[in-house]
Protein backbone atom coordinates (compact mmCIF):
# COMPACT_ATOMS: atom_id res chain seq x y z
CA UNK A 1 0.00 0.00 0.00
CA UNK A 2 1.43 3.58 -0.87
CA UNK A 3 0.00 6.60 1.11
CA UNK A 4 -0.27 9.89 -0.78
CA UNK A 5 -1.11 13.26 0.87
CA UNK A 6 -2.17 15.90 -1.40
CA UNK A 7 -1.92 19.60 -0.60
CA UNK A 8 -2.75 22.37 -2.94
CA UNK A 9 -3.22 26.23 -2.79
CA UNK A 10 -1.30 27.23 0.43
CA UNK A 11 -1.50 30.85 -0.28
CA UNK A 12 1.23 32.49 1.55
CA UNK A 13 0.85 35.72 1.92
CA UNK A 14 -2.79 35.32 2.29
CA UNK A 15 -2.53 32.44 5.11
CA UNK A 16 -4.22 31.24 8.03
CA UNK A 17 -1.06 31.59 10.10
CA UNK A 18 -3.01 29.89 13.04
CA UNK A 19 -3.31 26.58 10.83
CA UNK A 20 0.63 26.01 9.42
CA UNK A 21 1.94 24.37 12.59
CA UNK A 22 -1.02 22.84 12.90
CA UNK A 23 -0.53 21.52 9.12
CA UNK A 24 2.76 20.51 9.75
CA UNK A 25 2.23 18.49 12.86
CA UNK A 26 -0.73 16.95 11.29
CA UNK A 27 1.33 15.90 8.07
CA UNK A 28 4.24 14.52 9.88
CA UNK A 29 1.72 12.53 12.11
CA UNK A 30 0.13 11.10 9.34
CA UNK A 31 3.77 10.03 7.66
CA UNK A 32 2.57 9.54 4.61
CA UNK A 33 5.00 7.77 1.56
CA UNK A 34 5.27 10.66 -0.42
CA UNK A 35 3.25 14.66 0.09
CA UNK A 36 2.07 15.83 -3.30
CA UNK A 37 1.84 19.88 -3.56
CA UNK A 38 -0.37 20.57 -6.80
CA UNK A 39 0.22 24.51 -6.86
CA UNK A 40 -0.08 28.08 -5.81
CA UNK A 41 2.77 27.90 -2.85
CA UNK A 42 2.11 31.78 -2.84
CA UNK A 43 -0.29 34.69 -3.56
CA UNK A 44 1.88 36.92 -5.46
CA UNK A 45 5.40 35.04 -6.10
CA UNK A 46 7.05 37.62 -3.59
CA UNK A 47 10.31 37.25 -2.25
CA UNK A 48 8.95 36.96 1.15
CA UNK A 49 5.89 34.42 0.22
CA UNK A 50 8.93 32.01 -1.04
CA UNK A 51 10.50 32.26 2.04
CA UNK A 52 7.62 31.26 3.66
CA UNK A 53 6.67 28.26 1.56
CA UNK A 54 10.26 27.39 1.66
CA UNK A 55 10.24 26.78 5.95
CA UNK A 56 7.25 25.10 5.14
CA UNK A 57 8.71 22.48 2.78
CA UNK A 58 11.58 22.08 5.54
CA UNK A 59 9.54 21.25 8.51
CA UNK A 60 7.87 18.16 6.20
CA UNK A 61 9.23 15.12 7.13
CA UNK A 62 7.94 13.08 4.13
CA UNK A 63 9.86 13.22 0.54
CA UNK A 64 7.56 16.05 -1.43
CA UNK A 65 6.49 16.57 -5.18
CA UNK A 66 4.85 19.88 -6.70
CA UNK A 67 3.73 21.51 -8.93
CA UNK A 68 3.53 25.25 -9.87
CA UNK A 69 -0.09 27.41 -9.87
CA UNK A 70 -1.01 30.06 -11.43
CA UNK A 71 -0.25 32.37 -8.62
CA UNK A 72 3.37 31.25 -8.08
CA UNK A 73 4.66 33.53 -11.58
CA UNK A 74 4.54 37.13 -10.78
CA UNK A 75 1.44 39.15 -11.41
CA UNK A 76 2.79 42.55 -10.11
CA UNK A 77 6.34 42.02 -11.89
CA UNK A 78 5.29 42.16 -15.95
CA UNK A 79 9.47 41.33 -16.43
CA UNK A 80 9.66 38.80 -14.21
CA UNK A 81 6.23 37.05 -15.31
CA UNK A 82 7.22 37.44 -19.34
CA UNK A 83 11.00 37.02 -19.34
CA UNK A 84 11.80 34.39 -16.17
CA UNK A 85 8.48 33.51 -14.64
CA UNK A 86 9.86 30.58 -12.83
CA UNK A 87 12.51 31.75 -11.38
CA UNK A 88 11.58 32.18 -7.99
CA UNK A 89 9.91 28.76 -8.17
CA UNK A 90 13.13 27.26 -9.13
CA UNK A 91 15.05 28.89 -6.27
CA UNK A 92 12.80 27.95 -3.50
CA UNK A 93 10.60 25.04 -4.55
CA UNK A 94 12.49 23.11 -6.75
CA UNK A 95 14.02 23.45 -10.35
CA UNK A 96 12.19 20.71 -11.97
CA UNK A 97 8.33 21.98 -12.89
CA UNK A 98 7.48 19.00 -13.85
CA UNK A 99 8.82 16.12 -11.75
CA UNK A 100 7.73 12.11 -11.09
CA UNK A 101 8.06 9.90 -8.62
CA UNK A 102 7.90 5.89 -9.51
CA UNK A 103 8.46 2.95 -7.36
CA UNK A 104 6.87 -0.81 -7.65
CA UNK A 105 3.44 0.58 -6.56
CA UNK A 106 2.61 3.75 -8.15
CA UNK A 107 3.93 6.42 -10.92
CA UNK A 108 3.13 9.85 -10.13
CA UNK A 109 4.19 12.97 -13.24
CA UNK A 110 3.91 16.13 -12.33
CA UNK A 111 2.55 18.35 -15.22
CA UNK A 112 2.95 22.01 -14.91
CA UNK A 113 -0.23 23.47 -16.63
CA UNK A 114 0.68 27.13 -16.03
CA UNK A 115 0.53 29.47 -18.87
CA UNK A 116 2.44 32.41 -17.89
CA UNK A 117 0.62 34.72 -20.83
CA UNK A 118 -2.47 34.05 -19.19
CA UNK A 119 -3.00 34.85 -15.55
CA UNK A 120 -6.04 32.57 -14.40
CA UNK A 121 -6.76 29.69 -17.40
CA UNK A 122 -4.12 27.10 -17.70
CA UNK A 123 -2.91 25.79 -20.42
CA UNK A 124 -2.45 21.50 -20.75
CA UNK A 125 0.35 21.21 -23.43
CA UNK A 126 1.10 18.48 -26.59
CA UNK A 127 4.37 17.94 -25.42
CA UNK A 128 3.37 17.20 -21.98
CA UNK A 129 0.41 14.66 -22.90
CA UNK A 130 3.16 12.76 -24.87
CA UNK A 131 5.45 13.20 -22.23
CA UNK A 132 2.97 11.38 -19.38
CA UNK A 133 2.00 8.73 -21.48
CA UNK A 134 5.55 7.33 -22.37
CA UNK A 135 6.10 7.66 -18.67
CA UNK A 136 3.25 5.39 -18.12
CA UNK A 137 3.89 2.65 -21.04
CA UNK A 138 0.93 0.62 -22.33
CA UNK A 139 -3.01 1.38 -21.02
CA UNK A 140 -2.73 -2.39 -19.35
CA UNK A 141 0.02 -2.36 -18.02
CA UNK A 142 -0.97 -2.65 -14.32
CA UNK A 143 1.71 -3.29 -11.90
CA UNK A 144 1.66 0.57 -10.83
CA UNK A 145 -1.39 3.11 -10.01
CA UNK A 146 -0.90 5.67 -12.81
CA UNK A 147 -1.49 9.63 -11.04
CA UNK A 148 -0.98 12.46 -12.75
CA UNK A 149 -0.57 15.79 -10.79
CA UNK A 150 -1.60 19.27 -12.11
CA UNK A 151 -2.84 22.30 -11.10
CA UNK A 152 -5.35 23.27 -12.63
CA UNK A 153 -8.48 20.63 -13.50
CA UNK A 154 -9.31 18.72 -16.32
CA UNK A 155 -13.29 19.40 -15.51
CA UNK A 156 -14.92 21.52 -13.83
CA UNK A 157 -18.97 21.50 -12.11
CA UNK A 158 -21.70 23.56 -13.17
CA UNK A 159 -21.43 27.05 -12.23
CA UNK A 160 -17.52 27.85 -11.70
CA UNK A 161 -17.15 30.78 -13.22
CA UNK A 162 -13.87 30.24 -13.81
CA UNK A 163 -12.44 28.96 -17.88
CA UNK A 164 -11.82 25.46 -18.07
CA UNK A 165 -7.38 25.32 -19.12
CA UNK A 166 -7.01 25.32 -22.85
CA UNK A 167 -6.02 21.49 -23.85
CA UNK A 168 -7.86 19.89 -21.32
CA UNK A 169 -10.48 17.55 -23.24
CA UNK A 170 -7.98 16.56 -25.74
CA UNK A 171 -5.79 15.74 -22.37
CA UNK A 172 -8.50 13.94 -20.70
CA UNK A 173 -9.05 12.35 -23.99
CA UNK A 174 -5.53 10.85 -24.34
CA UNK A 175 -4.84 10.25 -20.39
CA UNK A 176 -7.66 8.10 -20.53
CA UNK A 177 -6.33 6.34 -23.22
CA UNK A 178 -2.72 5.49 -22.36
CA UNK A 179 -3.57 4.46 -19.28
CA UNK A 180 -3.92 7.38 -16.28
CA UNK A 181 -5.69 6.40 -13.27
CA UNK A 182 -5.89 9.48 -10.86
CA UNK A 183 -5.67 13.01 -11.64
CA UNK A 184 -4.64 15.49 -8.90
CA UNK A 185 -5.49 18.42 -9.08
CA UNK A 186 -6.29 22.40 -7.16
CA UNK A 187 -6.75 25.59 -8.11
CA UNK A 188 -10.54 26.14 -7.33
CA UNK A 189 -10.75 26.40 -3.91
CA UNK A 190 -12.98 23.43 -3.89
CA UNK A 191 -12.94 19.72 -2.84
CA UNK A 192 -14.12 16.79 -5.16
CA UNK A 193 -13.61 13.20 -5.41
CA UNK A 194 -15.14 10.67 -8.12
CA UNK A 195 -14.78 9.73 -11.64
CA UNK A 196 -14.48 12.23 -14.22
CA UNK A 197 -18.22 12.73 -15.77
CA UNK A 198 -16.82 12.05 -19.61
CA UNK A 199 -14.30 9.53 -18.31
CA UNK A 200 -15.33 7.08 -15.73
CA UNK A 201 -11.85 5.42 -16.23
CA UNK A 202 -10.20 8.44 -14.45
CA UNK A 203 -11.01 9.67 -10.98
CA UNK A 204 -10.53 13.05 -10.30
CA UNK A 205 -8.99 13.99 -6.93
CA UNK A 206 -9.05 17.95 -6.50
CA UNK A 207 -8.04 19.32 -3.08
CA UNK A 208 -9.42 22.61 -1.78
CA UNK A 209 -7.04 25.22 -0.09
CA UNK A 210 -4.86 24.32 2.90
CA UNK A 211 -4.19 27.32 4.04
CA UNK A 212 -5.50 30.19 2.34
CA UNK A 213 -8.38 32.86 3.82
CA UNK A 214 -10.29 32.49 0.39
CA UNK A 215 -12.48 29.50 1.08
CA UNK A 216 -15.09 29.71 -1.15
CA UNK A 217 -17.91 28.06 1.67
CA UNK A 218 -15.52 25.33 2.44
CA UNK A 219 -13.36 24.35 5.46
CA UNK A 220 -9.38 24.58 4.78
CA UNK A 221 -8.39 21.24 3.47
CA UNK A 222 -5.78 18.48 2.19
CA UNK A 223 -6.34 14.86 0.99
CA UNK A 224 -4.74 11.51 2.04
CA UNK A 225 -4.91 9.11 -0.83
CA UNK A 226 -4.22 5.04 0.19
CA UNK A 227 -3.96 3.40 -2.63
CA UNK A 228 -3.29 -0.95 -2.67
CA UNK A 229 -3.86 -2.49 -5.85
CA UNK A 230 -6.39 -1.12 -7.63
CA UNK A 231 -8.44 0.25 -4.98
CA UNK A 232 -7.62 4.33 -3.35
CA UNK A 233 -9.49 5.56 -0.15
CA UNK A 234 -9.44 9.28 -0.10
CA UNK A 235 -9.70 10.93 3.35
CA UNK A 236 -10.32 15.02 3.41
CA UNK A 237 -8.94 16.60 6.60
CA UNK A 238 -10.42 19.67 6.95
CA UNK A 239 -10.35 22.32 9.62
CA UNK A 240 -13.32 24.82 9.95
CA UNK A 241 -13.27 28.97 10.10
CA UNK A 242 -12.69 28.55 13.94
CA UNK A 243 -10.22 25.83 13.79
CA UNK A 244 -6.78 25.60 14.89
CA UNK A 245 -6.10 22.13 13.92
CA UNK A 246 -7.06 19.40 11.11
CA UNK A 247 -9.49 16.27 11.62
CA UNK A 248 -11.20 13.69 9.30
CA UNK A 249 -14.10 14.73 7.88
CA UNK A 250 -14.70 12.72 4.78
CA UNK A 251 -13.50 9.00 3.35
CA UNK A 252 -14.82 7.38 0.20
CA UNK A 253 -13.55 4.67 -1.50
CA UNK A 254 -13.36 4.10 -5.08
CA UNK A 255 -12.39 0.83 -6.54
CA UNK A 256 -11.01 0.24 -10.41
CA UNK A 257 -12.49 -2.60 -12.29
CA UNK A 258 -11.64 -3.14 -15.82
CA UNK A 259 -11.45 0.54 -17.21
CA UNK A 260 -13.94 1.74 -14.93
CA UNK A 261 -14.08 3.42 -11.28
CA UNK A 262 -16.62 2.95 -8.98
CA UNK A 263 -17.33 4.01 -5.32
CA UNK A 264 -17.38 0.90 -3.06
CA UNK A 265 -19.55 0.99 -0.10
Known amino acids: MRRILHVSDLHFGRDRAELLRPLIDTINRLSPDLVAISGDFTQRARLGQYRAARTFLSHLEPPTISVPGNHDTPLDNLFERLVRPWHRYRR ?55 IVMVHHPLEHTPGVDKRL ?23 LHTWRAEPFADRSGLLLVQAGTSLSTRVRGEPNDFNLLSIEGRRVTVERYCAASDATHFDLGHAATFEKVGDGWAQST
Open 165 to 187: MRGARDALDELHECGADIVLSGH
Open 92 to 146: YIDRNLEPSFEDEEISLAGVNTVNQYSWQRGLFRSRAIRRVCAAFGRKHERRRMH
